[in-house]
Nanobody
Framework: VQLVESGGGLVQAGASLRLSCEIS????????MGWFRQAPGKSREFVAA????????YYRDSTRGRFTISREKSKNTVYLQMNSLKPEDTAVYYC?????????????????????WGRGTQVTVPS
């Protein structure tokens, strides 16, 4: 599948943003969708994931309660609603697709579990 992220930008601390990830090429093979982020000079890290069919969600501890992942099947789109943004949320945000079943919940959190990646969208929260 092909993934295209949008919705990034520069916002002040405490503001909100909603990122979108449009999936093309069909979602029949998609098992789960994830959001990851990479800050300058740091490795890419897990943010949130959702199982495409059932909708169960998984979050990084530092974003749980502030970020919400959701999917809209009719639009083949995954969203990441980000509230109460902090300077440490500054990063390039990537969405990713997993095409095969995940048997262990820990695998939702692992970058290597995902098969297809978007090119990312920049989120900047100045300090």
């Amino acid at each position: 599948v092909q993934l295209v992220e949008s919705g990034g930008g520069l916002v002040q601390a405490g503001a909100s943003l909603r990122l979108s990830c449009e999936i093309s090429g069909g979602t029949f093979s998609v098992y789960a969708m994830g959001w990851f982020r990479q800050a300058p000079g740091k490795s890419r890290e897990f943010v949130a994931a959702v199982r495409w069919s059932a909708g169960d969600t998984y979050y990084r501890d530092s974003t749980r309660g502030r970020f919400t992942i959701s999917r809209e099947k009719s639009k083949n789109t995954v969203y990441l609603q980000m509230n109460s943004l902090k300077p440490e949320d500054t990063a390039v945000y990537y969405c990713a697709a997993r095409n095969n079943m995940i048997y262990y919940s820990s695998h939702y959190y692992q970058e290597g579990s995902y098969d297809d990646w978007g090119r990312g969208t920049q989120v900047t929260v100045p300090s």
